[in-house]
């Protein structure tokens, strides 16, 4: 199992930063990948940054240039420095884990981006 809790969600100018925090716990050398999504009210669940030993550092369209996915050395730490924030830019953000094919998800922290 791997517990996920999230944490750095607000409320931000557009043209603010943010940087969201998900710490890690339980059987977190297994994971594959890791990731950020978001959900904005009526609309999708929706990937915005994903990392992985593999595949490197991938980012949704509308966040590329903006938005940067890191972890710490020990990989129990995951990251997402947000910069240039616009109103779209609000939803629900959860941090993801991929271990053996099993998705496992935060609870969330809200990120509201005021015009």
């Known amino acids: 199992q791997v517990q996920l809790v999230e944490s750095g969600g607000g409320l931000v100018q557009a043209g603010g930063s943010l940087r969201l925090s998900c710490a890690a716990s339980?059987?977190?050398?297994?994971?594959?990948?890791m990731g950020w999504y978001r959900q904005a009210p009526g609309k999708q669940r929706e990937v915005v940054a994903a990392?992985?030993?593999?595949?490197?550092?991938n980012y949704a369209d509308s966040v590329k240039g903006r938005f940067t996915i890191s972890t710490n050395s020990a990989k129990n730490w995951l990251y997402l420095q947000m910069s240039s924030l616009k109103p779209e830019d609000t939803a629900v953000y959860y941090c993801?884990?991929?271990?053996?094919?099993?998705?496992?998800w935060g609870q969330g922290t809200q990120v509201t981006v005021a015009s």
């Open positions: 339980g059987n977190i050398f297994s994971i594959n990948a």
């Open positions: 990392i992985s030993r593999v595949d490197g550092t």
């Open positions: 993801n884990a991929i271990r053996y094919g099993t998705h496992y």
